[in-house]
């Protein structure tokens, strides 16, 4: 399946590429990147439950993004390589590649990670832009996780409106390629294994006269789970370069047919005849050119907002209480303060820190329950001679105490919003050079 669809696509692409001396754009318009990384993650449970990682990894990645053939037709292609440069000894775990015979000797990566065909039309009635192949796919309620030393990515076909002030976006999902596993993609399925035959995403972006930003999603994995989302934005010009930033988001998951895991999922998940998760995010914020601070508040009712749209699904929840783990157990309350700044006041802009601090007291089920994660990331983008370079380094610490009432919870979950603690060091270089 692989190769064929792979070849499919490279034929495609063979075809546009020999007729692209008559079609301005396609070639001049393209853009090609090599980008090169490293990455050294130090990581422990703090004498709790959670990882215990020592691994240091490369990756190359080569891209290739087309512009229009003839204004109709484009392509892109992504491949990747990673393999590891040292793993410790006392490392129980490993997050960018996936173990063989043991934590200590992974595989090693080597695959497609793009292969997309597009097309488009566009005229007074607005722009439509259609596609299908594998790509990294991003709406606020799924994404395709980039963070690791290669992305993950899905296989499906894609549609996008756009007129005016409106946005229109649907996906339908089929096959999902996993950040640290090879292979072109795999079926969809439950913990039980039973296949998922599709995850359809529905996308609304609406910017509004008055300047507020509208934003809606529905999201349903086949005869499992499904979730909606509404977010409304707006942003207050203060003048001199001053804003506030206010946003508030309502979602729900549901279970959503006969595939959802109601007998539950050893060490994730218990048993229940229904889920239907719900929550609220508020969040208000001060910047400028150069700094930030702000504030989000996330409230969670009904059941454990944890659920993924299927088994290797790597978990995403457009909420500020998405962070290391789901501050999303039921009835949890999140407090976020955040910041940030470009040193710019000290002449050095390329160098960020963004730092934040969360905490929850209160959590169904659980008896002398507490949340804490701090976050800081220092950042600094080269220039000049050597841009295209940068190096970040991400501190974190995330601890969650508590154990089951044994009336409303029986077990200690270990899922998205589970009892983890878990300390990160990690250290990123990355140079990407366009060709």
């Known amino acids: ?61 080569f891209s290739f993004n087309s512009g229009w053939y003839r204004d109709v037709l484009g392509v892109d292609y992504s491949y990747g390589l990673a393999d590891d440069l040292r793993i410790g000894d006392e490392a129980n775990s490993i997050s960018n590649l996936e173990p063989d015979d043991s934590v200590q000797s992974p595989h090693g990566l080597a695959k497609p990670l793009e292969a997309y065909l597009r097309g488009r039309l566009q005229g007074d009635a607005g722009e439509l832009v259609v596609g299908g192949g594998k790509k990294v796919r991003r709406y606020a309620q799924y994404f395709d996780d980039a963070t690791r030393i290669l992305p993950a990515g899905t296989t499906g076909l894609d549609a996008d409106y756009r007129i005016g002030g409106l946005n229109l976006r649907y996906s339908r999902v089929n096959q999902f390629s996993p950040r640290n596993e090879n292979g072109w993609g795999d079926d969809l399925s439950n913990f039980r294994g039973e296949q998922i035959d599709q995850l359809q995403l529905f996308a609304l972006a609406y910017q509004m006269p008055s300047g507020s930003r509208l934003l809606a999603e529905y999201s349903e994995s086949e005869r499992y789970l499904r979730a909606a989302s509404v977010k409304l934005e707006h942003s207050f010009d203060l003048g001199a370069g001053r804003f506030i930033d206010l946003y508030a988001t309502h979602g729900m998951q549901q279970d959503a047919g006969d595939l959802f895991d109601y007998q539950g999922v050893p060490g994730l ?68 303060l955040m910041g940030g700044t470009n040193f710019s006041a000290i002449g050095i802009p390329q160098l960020r820190l963004d730092v934040h601090y969360a905490l929850s007291d209160h959590a169904a089920g659980y008896d002398g329950f507490s949340r804490r994660e701090f976050q800081s990331v220092l950042q600094y983008t080269f220039e000049g001679l050597l841009k295209g370079l940068s190096l970040a380094w991400l501190h974190n610490e995330f601890h969650t105490k508590g154990q089951p009432d044994g009336i409303e919870r029986t077990t200690t979950s270990r899922g998205p919003a589970g009892i983890i603690t878990h300390n990160a060091e990690r250290f990123y270089l990355n140079y990407v050079f366009r060709l």
Request: net charge negative.
């Open 269 to 336: 998940y218990e048993a229940e005849t229904s889920h239907h998760a719900r929550y609220i995010d508020l969040s208000a914020k001060y910047r400028t050119a150069d700094y930030y601070a702000g504030m989000t508040y996330n409230k969670v009712r009904g059941d454990d907002f944890d659920r993924l749209f299927f088994s290797k699904d790597h978990g995403a929840w457009n909420s500020s209480a998405k962070l290391f783990y789901f501050f999303g157990v039921e009835d949890e309350e999140m407090f976020k």
């Open 1 to 61: 399946m692989c190769r064929v669809r792979c070849e499919y696509l490279a034929g495609i692409a063979g075809l546009l590429l020999a007729g692209s001396a008559s079609a301005d754009g396609f070639i001049n318009d393209s853009i090609t990147t090599v980008r090169y990384s490293q990455f050294y993650w130090k990581e422990n449970n703090g004498d709790g439950i959670g990882p215990t990682r020592d691994e240091w990894v490369q990756g190359t990645q």
